[in-house]
């Protein structure tokens, strides 16, 4: 494991989204529960406190530690896709029960956690965003919600 991992603060709920995100996203698992002493505030005794996440190979740390502190977009986790397909199922898992679309391919999922659902061609598309085909792909970009990548490719060829 690296000495660098992404931790995320919940005010509750982390074990449950730990469980989801290992059942969505492939080759992943919850690799430890540490419940909460006595005396932690907003934890109660013995709930889950610490849920750590191997998250694609990721390793993620999540703590339920109250409403001090809230998630927002200006942290993301990215899924990268192969093909409009596996756009499409991310985005609706992602999404259900309770997550709300974004712009540009970003969502929120139910826990408050904020993804970017992207086709790996991304890069292709825009390149270095100096051409006018990037340019015209970006600005489609900006129209989109959840990405259509035959749209984006489209646009970068006009």
Sequence with gaps: ???????????????????????????SRVTDVVRAPA??????????????LDLD???????????????????SLIVECDDQAQVDHYW???????????????????????????PRQLDQIFGDYSTDGSKKALAAMFTMTKLDVAALEAAARS
């Design 39 to 52: 005396g932690v505030p907003d934890v109660v005794e013995g709930e889950p406190f610490i849920v750590r």
């Design 92 to 118: 609706e898992v992602l999404t259900s029960d309770g997550g709300r679309p974004g712009q540009c391919g970003w969502l929120t999922d139910r826990f408050g956690v904020s993804w970017q659902v992207v």
């Design 57 to 75: 190979g990721l390793p993620i740390e999540m703590i339920n530690a109250g409403p001090a502190f809230t998630l927002d977009e200006a942290f």
């Design 1 to 27: 494991m690296g000495i660098v991992r992404p931790h995320l603060w919940f005010a509750h709920g982390a074990e449950q989204a730990a469980e989801f995100y290992a059942s969505v996203i492939p080759n």
